[in-house]
Every structure is written in structure tokens, then in C-alpha cells.
């Protein structure tokens, strides 16, 4: 448990292995236990963490990007996420913006391309304020009170651009021949999803049998190379739906689908609506 500055008290969040995928967060900004995650999540927002101390290390996009203490980092978490290190059993924050709010924000294009491709933004410059920053949007949208809320959204907006404004920002993936041979395959998949891929195809290119591949990879992940292959083409799909105006069909095949029909099915029901619905509930008017 957790005070907060009101002194209510207040339970840490951990990862729900039960939550189905797409699940919306919403605007939130709270305290994390860090666990190391058993399977990857995906949702729809911007996803912000900070630590006062510690690391979280994740697999985002097949590589590696670590946050260590001080720093923000920020991604895109409807790109298949997952803690696979931590030191430290301090909680970090988290804050969950809607995709839509931050495509209005007005932060940098350049930033913002970035962000929806996949990487992982860290600030290379650390803000003293930050942890009193961090600690007071928690309390305010705790206290369900509007006007703290629009004044945790007005300063995270504004905390952001400054995030933005840094240069260096950049990520900390590490190089794929340092990465495992589980975190092999899920990288040649992130770089590869847009082409017909198969199981035979993706173990070969890291020297591996594929029923050793696919059972290593499930182990690890907790999800099958079929499933993560699915989840990329889906994130894929959504930042292109998003910030071009090419057709639904154009949309599905450059994300990898290979049938209009099999990618409005996947869609759905990942997503809940259509491609069309979600790209009017996401686009910036």
C-alpha cells in the first residue's frame, strides 16, 4: 500500500496476466511494483514511466531499452511490451495518455514518428522536479476533483514538450548479436513482420530448429511466434490508420496482412471496433 498526500491510502498496481489485450488504461498516472512481466502487453496509449530509483529494463519491438533512475522513458504501448529485467523493488510511475491527446499536443513531428514506430524515447537529462512532478498528477487524479485533473493534462502536456525539446533523446536497445536467442527471434520478427514470414523462415535466420525456436520462444514470452507476429501487424495497422490517409486495403497490406478479410477479423477483435471506427476515434481534426 501507498499515501498518497490526502492520506488515502492507496494499492500499488502490478501487471494482470488476465487482462485482455487493448484494454484501455485511459489518463492515468500511478505507482507500478515492478514484476517481471510473464507475456508482453499491448494498449492503445502513450505509456510514460519514471523511476526515482532502479532500473526497468523491457522488450519493446524485438529489442531491448533500459530506464534507469532519473530518467523518463517514453513508447507507444500499443507495440508489444514487456518487463524483462528489473533491479530494485522500489515502485516507478506510470502514466498512460490517450493517443489522440498526444498526437495534439504539439510536440515535434520528428518525435512523434519515432514514438509510433516503435522506439522507446529516454531523456538523457535528468529534472530534479520530476519526482515531486510524478507525486502530485497521482494525487490529483486520485482526487477525482476536474480542475486538478485538467492541471495534471495542461503540466504532463507541458513536461512532455520539454522531453521533446531534448535532442539526445533516444533509446538503449542493445545491438541483436548481444541479445539472447529468444530476444533474436522476437527482434527478426519486429524487423520483418511486413513480409510473409513463417516459423521455418524466422528459426533459420538465427540458426535454430524451429520446434526448438518455437517452444524457446513461447517460454519465454509466454506467447506464440504466430500471436507476436499478429500483434506487430496489428500496431503497425493502427499507427498507419492514424497518421495517413491511405485506404483500409493499402493499410492491411503494408502491415503484412495478406487478406482485407483476415485483417478486418483480426482487427475487431483485437480492437474492438473496425479499422474505419479507429482511425476516427484517433485522428487529430
Not at 513480409?195 to 528459426?203: G, K, M, R, V, Y
Not at 519465454?220 to 499507427?239: K, N
Not at 491511405?246 to 497490406?253: F, G, K, M, Q, W
Request: hydrophobic share 40%.
Amino acid at each position: 500500500m501507498q499515501r498518497i498526500s490526502n492520506g488515502i491510502l492507496r494499492s500499488m498496481k502490478q501487471f494482470d496476466t488476465t487482462r485482455p489485450e487493448f484494454a484501455p488504461y485511459g489518463f492515468t498516472c500511478e505507482r507500478w511494483t515492478p514484476v517481471a512481466m510473464p507475456r508482453a502487453d499491448r494498449h492503445s496509449e502513450i505509456e510514460v514511466n519514471f523511476l526515482a530509483s532502479g532500473s526497468l529494463t523491457y522488450l519493446v519491438g524485438g529489442h531491448r531499452d533500459t530506464i534507469h533512475a532519473g530518467q523518463m522513458g517514453l513508447f507507444w504501448a500499443a507495440v508489444p511490451h514487456q518487463i524483462v529485467e528489473f533491479d530494485g523493488d522500489d515502485p516507478y510511475f506510470v502514466v498512460t495518455l490517450p493517443l489522440n491527446e498526444f498526437m495534439r499536443s504539439g510536440i515535434d513531428a520528428d518525435i512523434v514518428n519515432r514514438t509510433l514506430q516503435g522506439e522507446v524515447l529516454i531523456s538523457s537529462v535528468q529534472d530534479e522536479r520530476d519526482s515531486a512532478s510524478f507525486q502530485r498528477w497521482e494525487s490529483d487524479l486520485a482526487s477525482q476533483d476536474p480542475a486538478l485533473a485538467r492541471a495534471a493534462q495542461l503540466e504532463i502536456q507541458a513536461r512532455l514538450l520539454r522531453f521533446a525539446h531534448d535532442k539526445s533523446i533516444g533509446g538503449t536497445g542493445e545491438p541483436m548479436e548481444d541479445l539472447s536467442s529468444a530476444d533474436q527471434l522476437a527482434c527478426y520478427i519486429a524487423r520483418h513482420f511486413h513480409q510473409p514470414l513463417t516459423s521455418e523462415a524466422i528459426a533459420n535466420a538465427v540458426d535454430l530448429h524451429p520446434n526448438y525456436a518455437m517452444t524457446l520462444f513461447r517460454k519465454t514470452f509466454g506467447i506464440s511466434i504466430t500471436s507476436f507476429i499478429t500483434q506487430h501487424r496489428l500496431s503497425e495497422a493502427q499507427r498507419l490508420l492514424v497518421t495517413t490517409n491511405r485506404s483500409v486495403l493499402d493499410v492491411s497490406l503494408a502491415s503484412g496482412f495478406q487478406s482485407l478479410s483476415r485483417f478486418n477479423e483480426v482487427f475487431r477483435k483485437a480492437c474492438g471496433c473496425s479499422p474505419r471506427k479507429f482511425r476516427a476515434n484517433h485522428r487529430v481534426t
